[in-house]
């Protein structure tokens, strides 16, 4: 394969709330009560949604891009803000 960059302003514009896949990679997680869960390390597009892939001390964390589980995005702080929904950490049933 090929790799095929372009500059950021050439780009095609988004909506507000759309993200392009590179500006995820790297972007630190915590829940809404403050604990760390690692970084985005991987945006898998699905059918659906998106799905981030979050590397940490939990070890991989897959979070569904809606809503109801990314509650804040912020790409200046490098940040985002999840509700985890049960089950979705190893060894949490919920």
Same mark, same amino acid.
């Given at each position: 394969?090929?790799?095929?960059? @372009?500059? @950021? ?6 909506? +507000?709330? +759309? ?5 995820? @990679?790297?972007?630190?997680? +915590? ?40 509650? +804040?995005?912020?790409?200046?702080? !490098? !940040? ?15």
């Amino acid at each position: 394969g090929m790799l095929v960059q @372009i500059p @950021i302003e050439a780009a095609v514009p988004l909506e +507000e709330g +759309e993200y392009y896949h590179f500006q995820l @990679i790297g972007v630190r997680v +915590e829940t809404e009560t403050g604990a760390w869960l690692g970084q985005v390390v991987d945006v898998l597009a699905t059918g659906a949604n998106d799905v981030y892939v979050v590397r940490g001390p939990w070890g991989e964390v897959l979070l569904p891009a809606v809503d109801d589980v990314v509650l +804040e995005l912020d790409l200046a702080l !490098r !940040r985002m803000v999840v509700h985890l929904l049960p089950g979705m950490l190893a060894g949490d049933e919920g």
